[in-house]
T-cell receptor, first 113, second 117 residues
Framework: AQSVAQPEDQVNVAEGNPLTVKCTYSVSGNPYLFWYVQYPNRGLQFLLKYITGDNLVKGSYGFEAEFNKSQTSFHLKKPSALVSDSALYFCAVVRRGSYIPTFGRGTSLIVHP | EAQVTQNPRYLITVTGKKLTVTCSQNMNHEYMSWYRQDPGLGLRQIYYSMNVEVTDKGDVPEGYKVSRKEKRNFPLILESPSPNQTSLYFC????????????????FGEGSRLTVL
């Protein structure tokens, strides 16, 4: 079985400060790892993914994520938060060969002006 | 434009009145799936389909049906809706199969907000 944990329901950060949204996972083998973002009244949008190679993955809107195999984590980061980054963020894991993702419960990111 | 289209986007209905939420994708994806999103519960998978005529239950299939007669369409059917099916529903699709192109990235529709009175 595979599982994803997003330990924080909500993350608050001031505009201009760095942000981190945490994700840990449990799955056998070497999974694919994803971050999706959901803006209000919209569907989820792909943000970035880790497949293989460099542990630091860069994605859309200045976001990046760091894969840490020993800690089974895939934390989402951004050096300088914007108010427009306020949204719901979902981490997801896919076991290679299964094609079926497991999602975390989501973390609400609130960036204060 | 590559997209997943759901209809209707908003629907208010009454208990027991059958309804169908349609989902169509134009990316020739094999894999399609339905999720419901509820506050505090995140995304829960209802049903998924690996290809035409191949469907399987997700985590919360009770009260729902699906069909996959064509590759592009994956309708969600509520035969006798109940108030506990009031939710925000998402359809999603991705490539499947043993291909280097397939990394499991999902494309989501804009959502269908259903209220059952």
């Amino acid at each position: 079985a595979q599982s994803v944990a997003q330990p924080e329901d909500q993350v608050n950060v001031a505009e201009g400060n760095p942000l981190t949204v945490k994700c840990t996972y449990s799955v056998s083998g070497n999974p694919y790892l994803f971050w999706y973002v959901q803006y209000p009244n919209r569907g989820l949008q792909f943000l970035l993914k880790y497949i293989t190679g460099d542990n630091l993955v860069k994605g859309s809107y200045g976001f990046e994520a760091e894969f840490n195999k020993s800690q089974t984590s895939f934390h989402l980061k951004k050096p300088s938060a914007l108010v427009s980054d306020s949204a719901l963020y979902f981490c997801a894991v896919v076991r290679r060969g299964s094609y079926i993702p497991t999602f975390g419960r989501g973390t609400s990111l609130i960036v204060h002006p | 434009e590559a997209q997943v289209t759901q209809n209707p986007r908003y629907l208010i209905t009454v208990t027991g009145k059958k309804l169908t939420v349609t989902c169509s994708q134009n990316m020739n994806h094999e894999y399609m799936s339905w999720y419901r999103q509820d506050p505090g519960l995140g995304l829960r998978q209802i049903y998924y389909s690996m290809n035409v005529e191949v469907t399987d239950k997700g985590d919360v299939p009770e009260g729902y049906k699906v069909s996959r007669k064509e590759k592009r369409n994956f309708p969600l059917i509520l035969e006798s809706p109940s108030p506990n099916q009031t939710s925000l529903y998402f359809c999603a699709s991705s490539l499947a199969g043993d291909s280097s192109r397939n990394t499991g990235e999902l494309f989501f529709g804009e959502g269908s907000r259903l209220t059952v009175l």
